[in-house]
């Protein structure tokens, strides 16, 4: 199982205060240095698209590379991809959404559009051991509703054995049953929840039991997305640190240095996150 910290990249993205690219990059290495397998570590978007994620080149080369850490950049088009492979970062997240709207919302894109932007991304990238697709909002999207399972498998498919598939709940509305169906009906390697709805620790143990390998978290609990109105927090990393250690599942991560981690956010973010195990270490 590989835990995926996306904090510095999706949990940063949505925070009122924009960090400089080297506090950005101290974060990656207090995460790297707890022994998380993989930290998703930056975007490469327009500054004036997600300014929070501005300056990756930067955050990039003041990371403090480690062997057993595997560091990840988000790319949503092509100027994006040749961002990502001149940084030399170790894998390569191309995503899009599973509905029309959310892609225009995002990327000003129709569906059809931003899937065979993807396509182009991954048949670019020289290794598909290297490369994620992420799908969003494949339970349920903030401006069509339900999403079709059947859309979303589709979509999947298209993507299975060239690249690892991830799911999202972008808006935090799937519950366990969901989840299980969806992940045992595209055979996706992840899932990508946010606990909106008090839901995504659940969800991620049913993402676990119905077959999936890789889940994402943010450390705090940090998170939302710019174009998911009312969309909070992706599950705190320590949380569920603490969650599957305690149902037996191997991490490979030092609990008390994630909750250091997130001591440290807190203050520098002046204020109380969104997790539960920090505070009660």
Known sequence: MTLCDVGPRDGLQNEPETLAPAVRADLVNRLAAAGLPRVEAVSFVRDDRVPRMAGAEEVVAAIERRA?????????????????VASGLDRMTVTFAATDAFNRANGNMTLADAVEQADAIVAACDDSSRATVTISVCFGCPFEGAVDPGVVADLAARFAGRAEVVLADTIGVATP????SLVERTGAD????????NTGYANCLAALDAGATVLDASVGGLGGCPYAPRATGNVATEDLVYLLEGEGVETGVDLDA?????RWLEGLLGRPLEGYVYRTA
Do not use: C, I, K, Q
């Open 190 to 197: 992840g899932f990508h929840g946010h606990n909106t709805r």
């Open 177 to 180: 049953r969901s989840v299980r």
């Open 258 to 262: 994630l909750v250091a981690v997130s």
């Open 68 to 84: 057993d850490t595997e560091y990840a950049g988000l790319v949503l088009n092509e100027r994006g991809w040749e961002r990502f």
